[in-house]
C-alpha cells in the first residue's frame, strides 16, 4: 500500500511568490514523524523541515513551512518567497517505528521548477 | 565537520559481478541507512543499522543483497551476481541516535550500472 503520496509531479511557480507542495501519508501508528528533502540536479538529498505527530504548531524553518493537517493524514511543504534555486526535486517522507526501529518510506517526489 | 562520504562515486560492473558499496557516515552518528534510488523515483528503504547491528533489514530485495557494519561506523552494501535492475543511485544516511524525530544526513550516493 501506498505510504506517501505526492500527487503532483511537477509544479511551476513565478519567482518570489509562494508554492505549496503537496503531501498525504497513511499510518497506524500513533507516533511518526513528516519530513521534507530537496533534491538538486546535482543529486544530493538536503534536509529541509521536519514535524512530529504530537507536534501541535506547524514547524518552520526559514522560509520552508510545514501545513500539518493530522486528522486528513496531510503535510503540505509551503515555500514562501520563491528563489531560482529552489528549482529541485522534494520529497516528502514518513518515519515510522516498526520492528524495533524507525524505517523511512519517501514518496515520489515532486519537481518544482521557478520561473524567472 | 565532514559529512557522509560514499565510494566510489560511480560503478560500473556487468552483470553477473559482485560490488561492494562503501559508506561513512558522520562521526558519532549511531544509526545508518541505506536506500536505492532508480530514476524518477523517490529513495527506497533497504537497510538501517543501530551501532553494529542491522535493525531492519525489510527493504532489502533478496539474498543478493547483503549490508555489513562491524565496527559500528563504517558500512559495505555488498551485491553478488548483480542484474541489469540492480543499475540505481545507492543513497547512505546516517543519523545521530536514530531516533524518530533525528535527521537524516545524505551522501552524495553511489552510481550503480549493471551492463
Known amino acids: 500500500a501506498q505510504k506517501i503520496t505526492q500527487t503532483q509531479p511537477g509544479m511551476f511557480v513565478q519567482e518570489k511568490e509562494a508554492v505549496t507542495l503537496d503531501c498525504t501519508y497513511d499510518t497506524s501508528d500513533q507516533s511518526y514523524g513528516l519530513f521534507w528533502y530537496k533534491q538538486p540536479s546535482s543529486g544530493e538529498m538536503i534536509f529541509l523541515i521536519y514535524?512530529?505527530?504530537?507536534?501541535?504548531q506547524n514547524a518552520t524553518e526559514g522560509r520552508y513551512s510545514l501545513n500539518f493537517q493530522k486528522a486528513r493524514k496531510s503535510a503540505n511543504l509551503v515555500i514562501s518567497a520563491s528563489q531560482l534555486g529552489d528549482s529541485a526535486m522534494y520529497f516528502c517522507?514518513?518515519?515510522?517505528?516498526?520492528?524495533?526501529?524507525?524505517?523511512?518510506?519517501f514518496g515520489a517526489g515532486t519537481r518544482l521548477f521557478v520561473k524567472a | 565537520g565532514a559529512g557522509v562520504s560514499q565510494t566510489p562515486s560511480n560503478k560500473v560492473t556487468e552483470k553477473g559481478k559482485y560490488v561492494e558499496l562503501r559508506c561513512d557516515p558522520i562521526?558519532?552518528?549511531?544509526?545508518l541507512y541505506w536506500y536505492r534510488q532508480s530514476l524518477g523515483q523517490g529513495p527506497e528503504f533497504l537497510i538501517y543499522f543501530q551501532g553494529t547491528g542491522a535493525a531492519d533489514d525489510s527493504g532489502l530485495p533478496n539474498d543478493r543483497f547483503f549490508a555489513v557494519r562491524p565496527e559500528g561506523s563504517v558500512s559495505t552494501l555488498k551485491i553478488q551476481r548483480t542484474e541489469r535492475g540492480d543499475s540505481a543511485v545507492y543513497l547512505c544516511?546516517?543519523?545521530?541516535?536514530?531516533?524518530?524525530?533525528?535527521?537524516?544526513?545524505f551522501g552524495p550516493g553511489t552510481r550503480l550500472t549493471v551492463l
Open positions: 562521526s558519532g552518528h549511531t544509526a
Open positions: 517522507a514518513m518515519r515510522e517505528h516498526l520492528r524495533g526501529g524507525f524505517k523511512t518510506i
Open positions: 544516511a546516517s543519523s545521530l541516535k536514530g531516533a524518530g524525530e533525528d535527521t537524516q544526513y
Open positions: 514535524q512530529g505527530s504530537y507536534d501541535e
